[in-house]
């Protein structure tokens, strides 16, 4: 299973405003590039560390457009919405890829982005723009479910029946079993706090945090640590059986001369997250990023994201890789809050949560 670090904490310092600097656009002064100058110039697009991508699609949009792409990673979705946040009189790219549901408010409301809509796929990528949002700041490129997993073989060797719902997770019987990413450090442990709240309610979901607290959930910093240290079925063969990560992660499992995974999602525990693309004010691109949104929602960058960021194209037509359809299935009902509510009530939710689990 590759590593994915889209929990990661890593710092932003200032050797990545210089190479941001460094790579930012062709032109020499802070005018856009017309269209006829684009070929051989070059876009930044700031994103999660967990951006990949493979060199023949990148590839296939610079022989299109002749505009070459810096990609520049500013830690987890969190972090790089703050970070564009706080570089927004100085943007340190010309877009983004990589916000997603929980934070894309921020970005709109700070002003962080200029509104663009793409030529092509308006049709597919429809269900996916994000609530609300009359004006077109942020394209959806993928979308993920974040879902419990289980270690299928540690239950069967411990003849324990795994959980199914995120009420069977504060049962006494997975007590001491259960490992996540924290809410505010890593985006999938805020996605998973959001589905707490739309499962539970603004009444009911402190009430279900503190039974996982005192079921004896473990809190990581990030999803690297929580799946690939204290995952009994990741990289680093941990003591929980139970880890929050992604419905997409079992055929990552499958050992090799296998034909099945060897862990399991938990599709009634499912928040979906979306991610977004977007040109960033005061780019010195603009053109250019806006080609490239356009080329990320054409059938090259989206056939290539399962592979690459285990991730599912928004452009449902796409065929899924081998295996994605057996092992791999999305939420049917996922859970989910109204943007507005997000938008709301984030930092309060957040402070909450802290304010709990830190007692």
């Known amino acids: 299973m590759r590593t994915r670090t889209r929990s990661s904490l890593l710092a932003t310092g200032a050797l990545v405003l210089a190479v941001l ?37 990148m590839a296939k949009f610079t022989e299109q457009t002749g505009i070459k792409v810096k990609i520049a990673t500013n830690g987890d979705a969190g972090a790089l919405t703050n970070k564009l946040v706080l570089t927004k009189d100085d943007p340190i790219a010309d877009g983004v890829y990589g916000i997603d549901n929980t934070f894309a408010t921020r970005a709109i409301d700070e002003d962080v982005l200029t509104q663009y809509a793409p030529l092509v796929s308006p049709a597919a990528i429809a269900p996916f723009r994000l609530e609300g949002q009359t004006k077109s700041f942020l394209t959806p490129v993928d979308y993920s479910d974040v879902c419990f997993n289980v270690d299928d073989a540690w239950f069967a060797e411990n003849k324990v029946t795994p959980p199914a719902t ?17 809410a505010s450090t890593s985006s999938p442990g805020l996605a998973f706090l959001l589905a707490t709240i739309g499962a539970y309610g603004e009444d009911g979901w402190k009430g279900y945090w503190q039974k996982l607290l005192d079921n004896e959930v473990k809190i990581d910093a990030g999803w690297s640590d929580a799946y690939e240290v204290d995952f009994s079925a990741g990289g680093g063969k941990g003591d929980r059986p139970i ?24 599709l009634d525990t499912c928040f979906r997250q979306v991610e977004y693309a977007g040109v960033l004010k005061g780019a010195k691109n603009p053109i250019g990023m806006q080609k ?50 997000i938008t709301k009530n984030r930092t309060a939710w957040l402070r909450d949560w802290r304010d709990l689990t830190t007692r």
């Open 21 to 57: 600097a460094a790579g930012c656009g062709s032109s020499t002064d802070d005018k856009p590039l017309a269209a006829d100058e684009l070929r051989g110039s070059t876009i930044v697009v700031a994103s999660h560390d967990s951006w990949a991508m493979s060199d023949d699609v």
């Open 166 to 182: 995120l009420d069977d997770l504060v049962l006494p019987k997975y007590k001491g079993l259960t490992v996540v990413p924290g």
């Open 243 to 266: 880890v929050l990560s992604y419905s997409s992660s079992p055929p990552f499992t499958i050992p090799e001369g296998g034909t099945k995974p060897t862990t399991s999602a938990l």
């Open 292 to 341: 490239f949104i356009d080329f990320m929602i054409g059938d090259d960058f989206q056939a290539a994201l399962p592979d690459n960021m285990f991730v599912y194209p928004v452009n449902t037509a796409i065929k899924l890789p081998a295996g994605w359809a057996e092992y791999a299935p999305t939420a049917k009902k996922p859970i989910s809050v109204p943007a507005a509510d």
